[in-house]
């Protein structure tokens, strides 16, 4: 109803501009550009701004500040900008300006943009007001900066400025995004020091700080605070808890908290259904229950990514690969915006179900789509022939993976590396170890543990001492010939003065 009203005083002002006297130009096109500035409507404003300097039509301050508004409120930090640097030409900006554009600047999360408009603020010998204080905290929340957010507020008491509930509520967002319940609990006491009483938001951001972490009994017992001092829990809050059960796989807690949500008499949103199905994914329940949930799901709402991925990734796990094949054309059906997580999720099931054919069906599916693979992909593609023992097709592929500009990283060259060791190549799985030097990979305790379990402890010692010594200039088949013929490293042992540890 109000944006309507806004958009017919456009309307209205638009119309009745030819009629006004000269002189009431100015507050006439105020006027019109504050129904633009309330509406988002950044470039509209900028057309009459523009159209009262070719008509030579007076702006003022309150001209300019509108223009910015507007701009600020449609996200358009850019353009907001530059008409506040050309704001300064003719008018110094207030406070009410720099208020504008730095709350722009921290709703959408530019953390160093707002600390120069807040330092702008200050070189002009302009008070930052709690306002100022509460976009910049807001700014360091949605970085997930607990220990800037925490800074700003001890400032703030050396200032004695004494902040308000926007202040620490946004503190405390910082916290809560950052897993530090603590933190949080402090800046709560701090709150009832200055006897502002808490307020459902605050005690969510320490709901979900535990759920952050997993504790959903912590969790569980900070919503029934809230609910004992009269604070009605919203499904933000229950649903924090929900996840925070699905985080370590207890899908019946998950249920009981869902349950309570709905007693509570709010609607269980996509989240709410998607936290119990991260749950059956985390757990490993059977495929009928997470079918069971997310047509409840689809019932209600449009299921997400996440919905899709969870029963995926059950269907994977448990090598039913054909289903989890399904779930992805029906992902693909639905039209959302897909990633590489789910067709990663699968080639991998694939991998350990040694079917390195299926995993290249997935990846050709991947391609079709238009998901570009990554170094995951190709590292699971490697592995999935490696579980064959077709140690030519995983370096093939680790050369592909190059071709495609992802370097690979220990993971990929020991999945190879494992292929030639169980094809008994020990000539390839040196070559690719002189292929990781050169890369710059260093050796990991998993691939040191599989040359140990494949070819003896003293592989182990000549990895280490062909890294520090950079055997270069010695040819695999001398390797060979030295590792065969001796049986130990002991002779290679003798050029190297310290004693090396892994």
């Known amino acids: 109803m109000w944006r ?13 501009f030819p009629l006004t006297p000269q002189n009431k130009h100015t507050m006439t096109c105020n006027t019109l550009m ?3 500035a309330n509406r988002g409507l950044g470039h509209k404003a900028a057309e009459w701004h523009n159209r009262m300097c070719s008509q030579r039509i007076r702006t003022n301050a309150k001209t300019y500040g509108k223009v910015i ?3 600020a409120k449609s996200g358009d930090l850019e353009n907001a900008l530059a008409y506040l640097a050309r704001m300064s030409q003719f008018f110094p900006p207030d406070k009410i300006n720099f208020n504008t554009v730095i709350a722009a600047a921290a709703q959408a999360g530019l953390v160093p943009e707002t600390e120069a408009l807040m330092l702008g603020l200050t070189q002009r010998r302009i008070e930052p007001s709690l306002e100022s204080y509460g976009s910049l905290l807001n700014a360091y929340a949605k970085g997930s900066n607990a220990a800037a957010a925490i800074e700003v507020l001890q400032g703030m008491g050396h200032l004695q400025i004494t902040p308000n509930q926007v202040c620490f509520s946004a503190a405390m967002d910082a916290c809560s995004r950052a897993a530090r319940p603590d933190e949080a609990i402090d800046i709560l006491h701090q709150m009832q020091n200055q006897t502002i009483a808490p307020d459902v938001v605050a005690l969510s951001s320490i709901v979900n700080a535990f759920s952050q972490l997993g504790k959903a009994a912590d969790a569980a017992k900070w919503l029934e605070q809230a609910e004992n001092v009269g604070l009605s829990p919203n499904i933000i809050t229950y649903n924090c808890i929900i996840h925070a059960c699905a985080r370590v796989g207890h899908p019946k807690k998950a ?10 008499q709010l609607r269980p949103d996509v989240s709410s259904y998607c936290g119990i199905l991260d749950a059956f994914a985390k757990k490993g329940r059977p495929l009928a229950d997470a079918q069971h949930w997310f047509n409840r799901l689809a019932a209600q709402h449009m299921p997400d990514l996440g919905a899709f991925v969870s029963v995926i990734f059950i269907c994977a796990r448990s090598g039913r690969l054909w289903e989890a094949s399904e779930w992805l054309r029906r992902m693909r059906e639905s039209g959302l915006q897909l990633d590489s997580g789910p067709y990663n999720g699968v080639i991998a099931a694939a991998a350990q179900a040694r079917e390195p054919d299926w995993a290249l069906r997935c990846l050709q599916d991947m ?4 998901v570009q693979p990554n170094i995951m992909t190709h590292t699971n593609i490697i592995n999935a022939f490696a579980k064959v023992s077709q140690h030519q097709a995983a370096i093939e592929w680790l050369d592909v993976m190059e071709d495609a500009h992802h370097s690979p990283n220990v993971l990929s060259f020991t999945c190879a590396i494992e292929a030639c060791l169980w094809a008994t190549e020990w000539g390839e799985a040196l070559r690719l170890l002189q292929r990781m ?3 710059g990979v260093p050796a990991d305790s998993v691939l040191i543990r599989k040359l140990n379990r ?19 200039k010695f040819t695999d088949i001398w390797c060979l010939f030295v590792w065969k013929r001796f049986g130990n490293t002991s002779y290679i042992n003798r050029g190297v003065n310290k004693k090396l540890s892994y």
């Open 255 to 264: 249920i009981k908290w869902f349950e309570r949500l709905r007693a509570a």
């Open 34 to 36: 504050k129904a633009y």
């Open 437 to 439: 030097q050169q890369r």
């Open 454 to 472: 494949q070819m003896g402890s003293e592989a182990q010692t000549f990895v280490l001492v062909a890294w520090q010594m950079w055997y270069q």
């Open 367 to 370: 391609l079709e789509t238009s």
């Open 4 to 16: 309507q009203l806004e958009a017919h005083r456009a309307v209205f002002a638009e119309a009745v």
């Open 69 to 71: 508004e507007a701009f």
